[in-house]
């Protein structure tokens, strides 16, 4: 069993394939860049009718996008090109032409193609192309250090209420500036999903360590970050982000062209195969792909194939007793160290109302697989997008810790047939949120 989790993009090549992905998926996304209400509203049921994973909706926040073209158009070093509602290539966003400046760089389609701004004119901006490239519709547009007092948008308000009523678990927001973009989008979603932040900025990264305090989890969203800071500088961030998302117990999602090949190929290339892996040695607790199960021509191949490297690299993987943030912490330290020198302790298993004491254990990485046991039925599906978390909804909520593990001794026959399990979480009488019991079981 993997425990490194997987999270899908869906889209056309994908949407009619849900039975056979969930064989290895864990999480859903639905980038509502793309799409109206009415396809949104199909892709949540066609999900919910076929699958009880969670879904992860990612809103577009202020992100600039080539216009509707009529074909796909080959630029080549040295063309003039012109930015125009009128004429030449169209922007979805008039923002674009407030932002952009002269004598500047902008990058279209993730960094591909590079463009010299040579002039701006009100709602007309002249560039001359360096580096080229095929440019199609709806391609993204990067302007390095571009200036916005926030990364929240009015459409990204209304794209959260719909996923909310949609029922979405997970809530990405994308061009987070700063901590303040997350407070206003938590005050709004009032716990009913987690809040991811997007990392894509060099702002983000001058207030990461505030972010990663108020969202719920964190993703490296490598693309556009990799323009805003420079593609040099890329691994060091994603090392950075990882490490402090972990530190503070928030899960952390790598995502931006994992298999990005497998769009068109069977097989991902060697450095595509190292790049997963080193992810997973990094302790991340999900990758995502997106044009591979979006809109490739192999979507199953590539979750598959991902499961395999996933599968395989986590048997080097070896638990990072991460310094405790408080008591509750310190507790989850004891039983994964407890864990790791006795080889007889077969499975940890978690029992939480709030989640705290799954995340606990989970950050540090254990050996075994993690029980995630909740009567809470919206956090049960949270919970798939924890690193090495199987997450078991409880069907009478215990009153107290020997209900606790009665009922983990019932579960944890459903994965093994004798040895012990470590038990952990908070007793019903403690104050909620708590980790503050241990308990080693025979089965």
């Known amino acids: 069993m993997k425990k490194t989790k997987i999270v899908a993009t869906i889209g056309p090549s994908s949407i009619d394939k849900i039975k056979e992905l969930d064989k290895y998926v864990d999480v859903y996304r639905i980038n509502f860049s793309h799409g109206d209400k009415?396809?949104?509203?199909?892709?949540?049921?066609?999900?919910?009718?076929?699958?009880?994973?969670?879904?992860l909706v990612d809103l577009p926040g202020p992100k600039l996008r080539i216009g509707n073209l009529k074909e796909k158009i080959l630029l080549k070093p040295g063309d003039k090109i012109i930015f125009s509602q009128d004429e030449g290539i169209p922007v979805e966003d008039l923002l674009?032409?407030?932002?952009?400046?002269?004598?500047?760089?902008?990058?279209?389609?993730?960094?591909?193609?590079?463009?010299?701004?040579?002039?701006?004119?009100?709602?007309k901006v002249e560039g001359t192309v360096l580096d080229g490239g095929i440019l199609t519709s709806r391609k993204?547009?990067?302007?390095?250090?571009?200036?916005?007092?926030?990364?929240?948008?009015?459409?990204?308000?209304?794209?959260?209420?719909?996923?909310?009523?949609?029922?979405?678990?997970?809530?990405?927001?994308?061009?987070?500036?700063?901590k303040e973009d997350i407070i206003k989008v938590k005050e709004i979603v009032k716990n009913k999903a987690w809040v991811i932040a997007k990392i894509e900025t060099k702002k983000a990264l001058n207030d990461l360590e505030n972010i990663i305090k108020e969202s719920d989890c964190v993703m490296v969203a490598r693309g556009d970050l990799g323009v805003d800071i420079g593609f040099s500088n890329l691994i060091f961030a994603q090392k950075r982000?990882?490490?402090?998302?972990?530190?503070?117990?928030?899960?952390?999602?790598?995502?931006?062209?994992?298999?990005?090949?497998?769009?068109n190929n069977t097989v991902p290339t060697r450095a595509e195969i190292i790049d997963a892996s080193v992810s997973v040695l990094e302790g991340v607790d999900a990758i995502m792909l997106s044009g591979e199960t979006a809109i490739g021509n192999y979507?199953?191949?590539?979750?598959?194939?991902?499961?395999?490297?996933?599968?395989?690299?986590?048997?080097?993987?070896?638990?990072?007793?991460?310094?405790?943030?408080?008591?509750?912490?310190?507790?989850?330290?004891?039983?994964?160290?407890?864990?790791?020198?006795?080889?007889?302790?077969?499975?940890?298993?978690?029992?939480?109302?709030?989640?705290?004491?799954?995340?606990?254990?989970?950050?540090?990485?254990?050996?075994?697989i993690?029980?995630?046991?909740?009567?809470?039925?919206?956090?049960?599906?949270?919970?798939?997008?924890?690193?090495?978390?199987?997450?078991?909804?409880?069907?009478?909520?215990?009153?107290?810790?020997?209900?606790?593990?009665?009922?983990?001794?019932?579960?944890?026959?459903?994965?093994?047939?004798?040895?012990?399990?470590?038990?952990?979480?908070?007793?019903?009488?403690?104050?909620i949120g708590r980790t503050d019991f241990i308990k080693i079981e025979k089965i």
Do not use: C, W
């Open 38 to 55: 009415k396809s949104h509203e199909e892709y949540f049921k066609i999900i919910g009718e076929n699958s009880e994973k969670p879904i």
């Open 241 to 263: 982000i990882i490490k402090t998302s972990r530190l503070y117990g928030k899960p952390v999602i790598l995502a931006t062209q994992v298999l990005e090949s497998m769009i």
């Open 140 to 178: 993204g547009i990067n302007i390095p250090d571009i200036n916005l007092d926030s990364g929240i948008t009015q459409r990204d308000l209304e794209l959260l209420k719909e996923a909310l009523d949609l029922g979405a678990d997970f809530i990405g927001v994308s061009f987070v500036l700063s």
């Open 299 to 368: 979507p199953i191949d590539s979750v598959k194939i991902l499961e395999e490297i996933i599968l395989n690299v986590e048997k080097e993987i070896k638990p990072e007793l991460l310094p405790p943030n408080n008591i509750d912490d310190s507790i989850a330290v004891g039983a994964v160290s407890t864990s790791e020198f006795d080889n007889d302790i077969k499975l940890i298993v978690a029992h939480s109302r709030t989640g705290n004491s799954i995340i606990r254990v989970s950050r540090l990485r254990p050996k075994q």
């Open 96 to 123: 674009f032409y407030k932002v952009v400046k002269e004598n500047t760089d902008i990058y279209l389609d993730d960094g591909n193609i590079k463009v010299h701004i040579d002039k701006v004119d009100n709602n």
């Open 370 to 431: 993690i029980i995630g046991i909740t009567p809470n039925k919206e956090l049960y599906r949270k919970l798939y997008l924890l690193y090495g978390v199987y997450p078991e909804l409880e069907s009478v909520e215990s009153k107290n810790i020997l209900n606790i593990i009665n009922n983990s001794k019932l579960v944890a026959k459903k994965y093994i047939n004798n040895g012990y399990i470590l038990v952990l979480g908070g007793d019903p009488k403690s104050e």
